[in-house]
Each structure stands twice: as C-alpha cells, then as structure tokens.
Nanobody, 126 residues
Framework: QVQPVESGGGLVEAGDSLRLSCSVSGPAFNQYSMAWFRQPPGKEREFLATIGRGSIVRYYADSVKGRFTISRDNTKNTVYLQMNDLQPEDTAIYYC???????????????????WGQGTQVTVSS
C-alpha cells in the first residue's frame, strides 16, 4: 500500500519560509513521479510542482516559479517542497501526490496521480 504523508505545515508571516515534507510508504519510490498541489479556501485544487523519477525533470506553476523548489531523496522515500517568500495568497491545504511512471517526465494534472496524502495546512498572515 502506497501512502504519502505530508508534514511541515503551519502558521507563518508574510516573507517567511517553510519546507514541506512528504514521506511515502511502500515499495519502488524511485519509480514514482511526485507532485505538490494545493487547495486555497473556497477554491479548486491547483498544481504547484512536480518532479520525475530521476529528479532531472521538474515543472512548476507560474505562480510559484522562483519561490518554491521541489526535490526528492529516494533513499528516504521523501519528497520536499521548499517555499520561500510566502504570501497570504499561499494560504491553502498542501497535498502530496504520486504515481508510478515508466518515464522520467512527470505529469502536471491532478487526475494523473494515483496516490494522495491527507494534506497539511499552511497559513500565511500579512
């Protein structure tokens, strides 16, 4: 059973940084594409970043490019999201997602991901 579990959320002030972690149980983590999504209050879930199996290919949403960095440690079955210069509009529940991939190119659409965590709340005060 593959199960992502997010951690690292919290309440911060505008301009602060946070690093989210997603620990994935189950085998063959190094064969999974991993991604981060978020759902702001009253809005739909949106794509943030994704990373391929070998960490070579990474994609970012325009809204976070240059501020957020996705990375992974296959020895720890963990994917990270480093978030810098957080702003109130970054307030959301942040989700980690994964799927088995035959290639190094990760998808950017939520519907393409099989496994989802429960989410971690990030709140940014102004």
């Amino acid at each position: 059973q593959v199960q992502p579990v997010e951690s690292g959320g919290g309440l911060v002030e505008a301009g602060d940084s946070l690093r989210l972690s997603c620990s994935v149980s189950g085998p063959a983590f190094n064969q999974y594409s991993m991604a981060w999504f978020r759902q702001p209050p009253g809005k739909e879930r949106e794509f943030l970043a994704t990373i391929g199996r070998g960490s070579i290919v990474r994609y970012y949403a325009d809204s976070v490019k240059g501020r957020f960095t996705i990375s992974r440690d296959n020895t720890k079955n963990t994917v990270y999201l480093q978030m810098n210069d957080l702003q109130p509009e970054d307030t959301a529940i942040y989700y980690c997602a994964g799927r088995y991939s035959r290639t190094n190119t990760p998808p950017k659409v939520a519907g393409d991901y099989t496994y989802w965590g429960q989410g971690t709340q990030v709140t940014v005060s102004s």
